[in-house]
Structures are given as C-alpha cells and as structure tokens.
C-alpha cells in the first residue's frame, strides 16, 4: 500500500492544528479539514453551534491513519462535508490515552474490536454514539457485504443527527452508562481475602503454565498471526521457570523455558527484527515472524532488550546478549533527541511506501556484494522472486542457516549493505518524548549496563533520566509529552510509574542520592494524586485532571505494563528502602484486590503477576557500598547481576555522600576497609558485612 509522504505544501493553507507540537497533528495542518486539537474551544463550539463531534484518532507511526488521511482528509469533498456538519478534532493517541482509552472502549462495544485509526462521533457534550476503525474514501464491495466509505458514513451520520436526534441521544446515553459501568466494575473490591500463603506462593507458577497451551511452540509467540511480541508474558514465563528451577521442579520449568527459548530465538531470526540495523518492527503479519508491519515503537524496542537480556542473565546465550546490544544500540543511533530525550517513534512508511526502507531486490545485494552475495542471500533468505510486494525481500535468517561458521564475514557484509541503505531516504521520526516511554528506555538501558558493563548504556540512562528531571518536570509534577523545546500536558498514572520505577532502578547503577530522592517524591505523589483509597486502586488520570465523561483506570497490560502493575511495584520497594508501612499498605491493598483476576487473565495481567509474585517471595535487597579502588569497586558492583534473581533489588550507596534520612535500609551502612562493600538484606534482617568478591558470588549463586 502506497501512501504519499512528501513533506506539505507550504503554500497550502495551514488549519489550526499547525500550532501543536505533536508529529502526529502537524501531519494534519495542511489538510483541508478544519481541525481541532482536543481543546475546551472545540468543544465549547459544538456546544455553541450545536454539532456533532468528528473524533479522529491515531498516531505518527499508523500505516492506515496515514492511508485514511491521503484518501479523505486531504479530499477537498471530504473536507466540505466534515467541515459543514461536524466539529472534527483530532487526537494523538500517544499524548492523550485517556481520551483513546475511552472511545476505543466505545468503538469496541458498538462494533466487537478496535484499531487505529479510530472515528468516533460524539454529541456536543462528549457521548460517543457511532464509530469505527478505518473507513476507506468510497464504498467498497467485498461479496455480499459493502464496506461503507468515510463520504458515505459522513452523510449517514448528519442525516440521522437531524432527523433521528432522539435515538442518537438515547445510544450516546447507553454508550456512556456502559463505558462508565465499565469504569464502575474495575472500582469493586474482587478481592475473597484468602489467607492460603501457599496458593499465593505458587500463583505466578499456575498463572504461567496456563497460557503455555496458547504459545506455538514451531515459531513461537503467542496465538496466530498477526503475532505481537507479547513481552510481559514472556517475563512471566522466565520468572516462573527460575522458581521451578530451583524448587527442583524442572519438567514444567522446561516446558516454560521451551515456550520462551522459541519465541526468543524465532523472533529474533524473522524479518520483525531488522538483521541490518538491529531493533524490532512492532508487529509480524504472518506467523512465522517474517514480513513485519515495519513501524518501529520505542517502547517494543526497550521492553525486548530487557527480555532478551534477562534470558541472557538465566540461560547464558550468548546471541540473546547480542540481540539486546544490537536492539539499544538501534535506540542510542535512531532515537535519542540532542537533550537525551528519547524519541516515540520510526514510521513504517517512506518516500510513499510501507517497508521500502528495509527491502531489498536480490540484484541490489549482488551488485554491493558482488561475489559475496551469494553467501549472504543463502544465509538471509534472499531470493529473485521474493518474499514481499514486487519481488522485494525482507532479510531474515533462514532454518538451515549458520551464521556462527561466518560470523566475522556476515558481519562485514552486514555492514556494507546498512551503509549503503544508510543513504535511502529514512522513514519518518515521531520526535515527540513521552515521559512513559522514555522511563521505559531508562530502564532498558540501565539493564544493558547491568548485565552487559557497557559505561555507554549508563550515561545515556543517566542523561535520559536529566533530561525528565530538567524538561519535563515542573512545578513539582510531571509533563507528558516533550516536542520542540515545549513541555505539554499533564501526566498520567504511566509517566509517573514508569519515570519512579526508573529513578529506582538507576539508583542500582549510580549512587547520585538524587535518583532515590525523586523516586521518593513522585512514589509519594502516585499516592496524593492518583490512589483511590477507597477502591483500593489507581486512577489513570490524576486528581486535578481535566474532566471527562469517565475517569478512566488502567490495570491490564497492553503492549506495555499496565500503570497500575509499575506502581505498585514502585511502591513494594519504596517500601523495602524506608520501611514506610504507607508504601506497603496500598501495594498490598491493590495486589489483593486483583488477585483473583490473575487466574482468569494471565495474559493481560503478566506484568501485576509478577510485581505479587516480589511482594509474596523472600525478596532480598542489596546494599552495595562504594569503595576507593575502581577495579575492584565496579566488579563487586556488577556482581548481582552476574545472575538471574528477578526479586533481589539492588540499591548503590557511596560512602561519601549524605542521603535522605527515610532511607532507613542506608543507615549503618559503610565500606569495610576502604573496598566496595556489600550488605544482603532480607525482612530489614542484615547479614554481616561482605568486601569479598568471591564470597559474594557464591551468597547470591545460591539465593
């Protein structure tokens, strides 16, 4: 599907939306179409003039919002008809989720599923009553049933606004009564208030084996195509088959490991990820994780390094490392700002074309490579038919290749071919830095400096975290989005999860007692503005958020962990560093109140599975204490990490400095004789002391 990205014509008009800073809505402001943003002047005029509302939602990197805007936004007949009859407004789903949360769930129950783009008609007063996905310009025949165009759905919907007003009130009624019922439901206490400890202990054990049935076990992931990466539970799987490792229980664990051994190798061996320039697509379109939908998402890409460098921390593979390096080093070259900010997005698109970055036609191989082609269309899939649109090719690595025999040549090869696609116009960045996403690459890279030692790794980690703390932090709370030099709306429960969760984790790499001292403050404000104590829950939105027709939670992952997961586990080890029994009190309150939900959902709960699954373990903390020597001091530094131990927080601590007074897990802790030193902590129970690096190793080998 070809879709025309040439920059606009600036002697085209401009709407208003060429005042934003979002990629995604500057895309839009030289269309016809007289666009809002989301602001109260929209939707105070559709009050005033009495309109229905056109909401139209996507983002930057969306192959089919890109296809819906050449076919009808930029249609001048289109345009007249949106701009008589509606209010149109115009969404980046990436900045505004709640709104996207909502009327997705809207769309979802009218029609049965969801996707970008989205178009929802709402009344004047905010109340969806019809919607859909893509529409395409004009009505399209598939056998006996049409496809209604966008014109066609325009038309329909400003007949019945003028002549069926009752029954579009009544359904914008019943629509908003369902989706705050919806809203409701997720408010009730599900919690049966078990005491069985021992049901609690084996949870995430029974919650992993019983998506095992979904995974396919030929080319890994989980269900058909289209297959989704499906990282947290992968997680799952991996924190599951370590307990049963060590239980001694190791036909299931192997069963487990089997499940994510394939999904990981596969993955990384299928067109999904790029064999060039290393980082993945955001989705495959077939099964076997060949021909990916080619947008490239930064929060895939850091949540994947951190899956395949935890499999590397268990399993030892050497490859699974390489993927994890080669996935950051994609994020540090594509999408790091010159502030340190990282950027949302790489289109799927260029020069018009979805993919056309990243194809090939075998004859532009053999002319680069000329005799060494032949080796790398074996290795790499590479063939005059092809496997994609006009004999083009999507590299992958073949079943029967071995790279391992030619590593250092493939290696050359690899190189002189991302040169010269270097020089291929590149698709479009998304420069828009969310805060959420952004704490996500943080602590990507915060783990590539763990396990892998790399100084890169930490200082990009360290500069990211600046550029939060600097940019995107003001008047004591967090901004969402970032975009040409401006910090723009408030955030939400994600951003300040996300961003402590972050703080926390650098706080395992760098003693800076500012990490801890924020982590501190944003864990005390997911409590002051979010927390719903009476429900035993998080909102998405904060207490002082703009007002919509619901307030929406968000506690079931997506491509990403749920906000509510990410929280409560900031708060379980905000609670192990104080001891502040607030921290632990609503943890355990919202853990407790979902856990019979676990069962019924593993999936969609992979990620608050595993944050019950730290608050139910004998979870060890770690002190680690700067020493004098650099050698010595790094080496005792990386040594937890030189094993899997998924419920072991690490925090750093220099001997020099002077750190807030609620760290009591700090107190009494200094270096022995001038060397790095390390103290196990378990139930704010210490064991003595420990400066020596093999002793260490052999404590935590054995935890």
């Known amino acids: 599907m070809k879709v025309n990205q040439t920059k606009p014509n600036k002697e085209k008009s401009t709407n208003r939306l060429i005042h934003e800073t979002s990629t995604y809505l500057k895309q839009h402001a030289f269309n016809p179409v007289d666009w809002f943003a989301w602001t109260n002047e929209a939707l105070e005029k559709a009050v005033k003039y009495d309109k229905p509302i056109m909401l139209s939602i996507g983002y930057s990197a969306c192959h089919w919002c890109h296809v819906m805007e050449e076919e009808s936004f930029e249609d001048k007949t289109t345009a007249e008809i949106i701009n008589e009859n509606f209010i149109p407004i115009k969404v980046d789903r990436e900045e505004r989720p709640d709104i996207d949360d909502i009327y997705m769930a809207a769309v979802q129950l009218m029609t049965g599923h969801g996707g970008w783009p989205l178009t929802v008609f709402l009344t004047p007063q905010q109340k969806p009553f019809y919607g859909g996905t893509y529409f395409p310009k004009e009505d ?10 966008f014109k066609t759905v325009l038309n329909a919907v400003n007949r019945a606004w003028h002549h069926e007003r009752d029954e579009i009130e009544n359904n914008g009624e019943r629509l908003t009564a ?4 919806i809203t409701e439901q997720q408010l009730k206490s599900t919690n049966l208030n078990s005491d069985d400890k021992n049901t609690d202990n084996n949870l995430l054990v029974e919650c992993a084996t019983k998506i095992l049935p979904l995974f396919d076990l030929h080319w890994g992931g989980i269900g058909r195509a289209p297959k989704f990466p499906q990282t947290l539970s992968l997680q799952m799987c991996l ?4 307990k049963l490792k060590k239980q001694n229980e190791n036909d299931t664990a192997e069963h487990l490991l089997k499940a994510l051994y394939i999904s990981l190798d596969r993955m990384a061996q299928g067109g999904m990820y790029d064999q060039l320039g290393g980082g993945f697509a955001r989705y495959s379109t077939d099964e076997q994780w060949l021909i990916p939908h080619f947008e490239k998402m930064l929060y895939d890409n850091a949540l994947l390094a951190e899956i395949y460098l935890d499999a590397f921390s268990f399993a030892q593979k050497e490859n699974w490392k390489n993927i994890a390096c080669e996935t950051l ?13 990282f950027y949302s997005s790489l289109d799927a698109d260029s020069e018009g074309s979805e993919g056309k970055f990243y194809i090939w036609k075998k004859s532009e191989i053999e002319e680069i490579l000329s005799s060494d082609s032949e080796l790398f269309c074996q290795l790499f899939g590479v063939t005059e038919k092809g496997n994609f649109e006009d004999n083009e090719n999507v590299l992958h690595i073949g079943q029967n290749s071995d790279l391992e025999k030619s590593s250092a040549k493939i290696k050359d090869l690899k190189a002189k071919l991302f040169a010269h696609r270097s020089k291929r116009v590149h698709p479009i960045r998304d420069e828009k830095i969310l805060t959420s996403w952004t704490s996500l690459a943080i602590s990507a890279f915060v783990k590539g400096y763990q396990i892998v030692g790399n100084d890169k790794y930490s200082n990009i980690a360290k500069n990211a975290a600046r550029f939060v703390l600097s940019k995107l932090a003001m008047e004591g709370k967090l901004k969402r989005s970032y975009a040409q030099g401006t910090a723009k709306l408030d955030a939400y429960l994600d951003d300040y999860a996300f961003f402590c969760k972050a703080l926390i984790d650098l706080s395992s790499i760098d003693p800076d007692p500012i990490w801890l001292e924020k982590a501190l403050y944003f864990g005390d404000l997911l409590l002051v503005k979010f927390y719903d104590e009476e429900n035993n ?16 939670k968000n506690y079931l992952d997506g491509p990403i962990p749920s906000a509510t997961s990410i929280a409560t586990l900031c708060l379980l080890k905000l609670h192990l560093i104080t001891n502040n029994q607030k921290y632990e009190r609503a943890s355990r309150q919202v853990l407790e109140k979902h ?20 608050s139910t373990s004998a979870s060890l903390s770690l002190v680690l204490v700067n020493g004098a020597n650099n050698k010595t001091n790094n080496e005792m530094l990386l040594a937890p990490f030189s094993f899997y131990l998924p419920h072991t927080t690490v925090f750093l601590k220099d001997n020099e400095k002077s750190y807030d007074q609620k760290l009591l897990l700090f107190q009494q802790k200094n270096m022995l004789g001038n060397q790095a030193t390390a103290y196990i902590c378990q139930n704010y129970s210490c064991q003595p002391p420990i400066n020596d690096l093999k002793q260490l190793k052999t404590i935590l080998r054995n935890c």
């Open 140 to 149: 399209r025949n598939y056998g006996n049933h049409v496809l209604p165009g």
């Open 178 to 181: 369902a989706i705050v019922a």
């Open 239 to 242: 924190q599951a088959a370590a």
């Open 329 to 341: 080093d994609f994020i540090a070259r594509e999408l790091i700002s010159d502030e340190g900010g």
């Open 537 to 552: 829950d998080f909102f998405y939105t904060a207490n002082d958020h703009e007002k919509l027709i619901t307030r929406p």
């Open 595 to 614: 856990k019979n939900s676990f069962r019924k959902h593993p999936s969609q709960y992979a990620s608050m599975i595993n944050t019950f699954a730290l």
